[in-house]
């Protein structure tokens, strides 16, 4: 059975930084892409960033340049690096792994493990 441990969620101020950690079992990350999404309260899940087997990350528009998605193989891990956190960062951000994809992909669909969620909060 596949299980997806999130941590490093936590509160924080603006400008602040944290970074969020996904580690898998019964999952081998080292052979599929990994992504992270959140999702506002009422909303949508909304992509944030993937990455691919081979390292190719991708990020959304409203974190480019602000987050950094990164994978170790080894340590069958991928961390999202949040820097420069808005108020509007606020939410419930999700690990996801696939194992019929490769490539870094934005479609929810594609991806079929997810985690708990953490919460990641950022006040003024």
């Known amino acids: 059975q596949v299980h997806l441990i999130e941590s490093g969620g936590g509160q924080v101020q603006v400008g602040g930084s944290l970074t969020l950690t996904c580690t898998t079992s019964?999952?081998?990350?080292?052979?599929?892409?990994g992504a992270w999404f959140r999702q506002f309260p009422g909303k949508e899940r909304e992509f944030v960033a993937a990455?691919?087997?081979?390292?190719?990350?991708t990020h959304a528009d409203s974190v480019r340049g602000r987050f950094t998605i990164s994978r170790d193989n080894a340590k069958n891990t991928i961390y999202l690096q949040m820097n420069t956190l808005k108020p509007e960062d606020t939410a419930v951000y999700y690990c996801?792994?696939?194992?019929?994809?490769?490539?870094?992909?934005?479609?929810?669909?594609?991806?079929?493990?997810w985690g708990q969620g953490a919460q990641v909060t950022v006040s003024s």
């Open positions: 019964g999952h081998t990350f080292s052979t599929s892409a």
């Open positions: 996801a792994a696939s194992s019929t994809i490769y490539y870094a992909s934005s479609d929810y669909s594609r991806y079929n493990y």
């Open positions: 990455i691919s087997r081979s390292g190719a990350p």
